[in-house]
Each structure stands twice: as structure tokens, then as C-alpha cells.
Nanobody, 121 residues
Framework: QVQLVESGGGLVQAGGSLILSCAAS????????MGWYRQAPGKQRELVAQ???????NYEDSVKGRFTISRDNAKNTAYLTMNSLTPEDTAVYYC???????????????WGQGTLVTVSS
């Protein structure tokens, strides 16, 4: 069965950098979209960054210019490079992947287990 395996979270000081990875194991066909959502305690889950199979990207406004999402389609792996981190970036980051169901306009959706990013002052 296809699973999304996340890694790269941890503790970093403000101004530092982290790289998150999300690998789709057991998948033959590439996903139409891969990306990350994040959720801090007491806050709503929000989209951080998203990338399509064609390379198009979408970013939450607060991370534009600081975060970069990329993907290796051959490996079905996405990467989120996070620079100039601030304490407001502290959250659990969840990988997300979507694949169009052939013959329909619906998508199958998978979620990673989540990885904690903590940014200290």
C-alpha cells in the first residue's frame, strides 16, 4: 500500500534552516500534487506549499521568499527547503499528496505521519 513517509523536522534557532522530505513508497504512478500543511496548537491547519507534477507551485503568503518546494518525480519525493525560520513557523508539518482517479474528476488523497518543526527565539 502507498504511504507517505516524512522526515527532516527538528529544533532550530530563529534564522536557521531545515529541509523536509516526503517520500511516497509503493507508488507506481506519480502524484498530481504534493505539498505540506502545518498545524500549530490551537490553530487551524493551513496549506504551506504545494507543487504539481508539472512543476507549478503555490505558497502561503507568510512563507513566500523563504520556503521553496521541489520534487523528484522519478522518486515520488517532495522537498521543502525552509530558510529564515521564525518562531511563528513552529508547527507539525504534514505531507499531502493527491492523485487524479482515471476517468473521473476526483482525487485520492494521502497524508504523512507529520513531523514537528520547533523554532526557538
Amino acid at each position: 500500500q502507498v504511504q507517505l513517509v516524512e522526515s527532516g523536522g527538528g529544533l532550530v534557532q530563529a534564522g536557521g534552516s531545515l529541509i523536509l522530505s516526503c517520500a511516497a513508497s509503493g507508488s507506481i504512478f506519480r502524484f498530481n500534487s504534493m505539498g505540506w500543511y502545518r498545524q500549530a496548537p490551537g490553530k487551524q491547519r493551513e496549506l504551506v506549499a504545494q507543487i504539481t507534477s508539472g512543476g507549478g507551485t503555490n505558497y502561503e503568503d507568510s512563507v513566500k521568499g523563504r520556503f521553496t518546494i521541489s520534487r523528484d518525480n522519478a522518486k515520488n519525493t517532495a522537498y521543502l527547503t525552509m530558510n529564515s525560520l521564525t518562531p511563528e513557523d513552529t508547527a507539525v508539518y504534514y505531507c499531502n499528496a493527491r492523485r487524479l482517479v482515471l476517468g473521473t474528476d476526483m482525487y485520492l488523497e494521502l497524508w504523512g505521519q507529520g513531523t514537528l518543526v520547533t523554532v526557538s527565539s
